[in-house]
């Protein structure tokens, strides 16, 4: 089951202008650490907030990741709010789900989760490099979708109407 925890000011008036404003001054984010088991280049989430923390703040935003415990799901959502001075809000979320249950993979996923969340709530980009640190998932998807089995859901028709009515 996919829990859906998308939330926004009901006026955006006032966020939507400064956000604008906040991504022409954004420069993308240079990679800045190496895979060491792919040994592909990727910027780490302190790279991505010291390198668009300054513009946010100047342009009065801040961001907040939260983890949060649903007993009713039994899973664990990360929610990541993009506030503004004004009292408005863009949130996001999303279901971890890390592929080992011990301390370091569920750290490690949540830094990797938090990092793709940040960058997509505000919009910023990794400068492309030699490659990014999905190029092994994204040829792990491609060789997975030639199998009859598969199933690769990337949004459902739920998910599309929700985005279509904001």
Known sequence: ??????????????????????????????????????????????????????????????????????????????????????GQYLSSSCRLRPSKDDAQAMGAYITYMKRYAYCALIGVVIAEDDEDDDGEFDRQMRKNSNKPDSRNEFISDQQLAHIKSL
Do not use: W
């Not at 939330?7 to 955006?12: A, G, M, P, Q, Y």
């Open 1 to 86: 089951m996919c829990f859906d925890y998308n939330d926004r000011s009901e006026d955006l008036s006032k966020l939507i202008p400064a956000l604008v404003k906040a991504q022409s001054e954004m420069q993308s984010v240079a990679p800045d650490s190496v895979n060491s088991h792919f040994k592909n280049k990727y910027a780490v989430l302190s790279g991505v907030v010291k390198g668009t923390r300054s513009v946010l703040c100047t342009n009065g935003f801040s961001v907040i990741q939260p983890i949060v415990y649903y007993p009713d799901h039994e899973c664990n959502i990360l929610v990541t709010t993009l506030l503004h001075e004004s």
